[in-house]
């Protein structure tokens, strides 16, 4: 599982490129992954920062609005947004997410999807030299 928390997160990092999410990079360059292991399972983890976590569950309607600053600097930074105006679309745009609300996309799956294949057939081999091998050990202990 430890090679494929880094796989993921590029993962990730090339869907948000490829669907147009990445505007500074910031939000990409935040990602991270953590193995963790419980008693009956193993998993990744991925997170990132505010902005990643908005993307990825959305902002549930009649909430508090995101900073108007912080739309302004993303209209400023993705580059289609020119004039004079663009203060009070970032305030607007902010006022209507804020009442709204926006829908989020699960990210990590859709990017998940595309290493799938490889990391089922790793966790199966693993899997099946596990029951291999408790299988060993409990018939060893019980010939007679």
């Given at each position: 599982?430890?090679?494929?928390?880094?796989?993921?997160?590029?993962?990730?990092?090339?869907?948000?490129?490829?669907?147009?999410?990445?505007?500074?990079?910031?939000?990409?360059?935040?990602?991270?992954?953590?193995?963790?292991?419980?008693?009956?399972?193993?998993?990744?983890?991925?997170?990132?920062?505010?902005?990643?976590?908005?993307?990825?569950?959305g902002r549930?309607?009649?909430?508090?609005?995101?900073?108007?600053?912080?739309?302004?600097?993303?209209?400023?930074?993705?580059?289609?947004?020119?004039?004079?105006?663009?203060?009070?679309?970032?305030?607007?745009?902010?006022?209507?997410?804020?009442?709204?609300?926006?829908?989020?996309?699960?990210?990590?799956?859709?990017?998940?999807?595309?290493?799938?294949?490889?990391?089922?057939?790793?966790?199966?081999?693993?899997?099946?030299?596990?029951?291999?091998s408790h299988?060993?050990?409990?018939?060893?202990?019980?010939?007679?």
């Amino acid at each position: 599982m430890e090679k494929y928390g880094p796989k993921i997160k590029e993962a990730i990092k090339q869907y948000m490129e490829e669907q147009d999410k990445n505007v500074t990079g910031q939000t990409a360059a935040s990602i991270y992954s953590n193995v963790f292991e419980t008693v009956d399972s193993i998993g990744i983890a991925i997170a990132g920062n505010t902005s990643f976590a908005v993307m990825h569950t959305g902002r549930k309607p009649n909430s508090k609005a995101p900073r108007y600053q912080t739309i302004k600097k993303w209209m400023d930074n993705k580059g289609s947004f020119k004039g004079s105006k663009t203060l009070k679309s970032a305030y607007a745009i902010a006022r209507s997410i804020g009442r709204r609300g926006i829908k989020g996309k699960n990210i990590s799956y859709e990017a998940s999807l595309r290493i799938m294949n490889a990391l089922l057939r790793d966790s199966s081999a693993a899997y099946i030299k596990d029951i291999e091998s408790h299988f060993k050990k409990s018939t060893s202990k019980n010939v007679n």
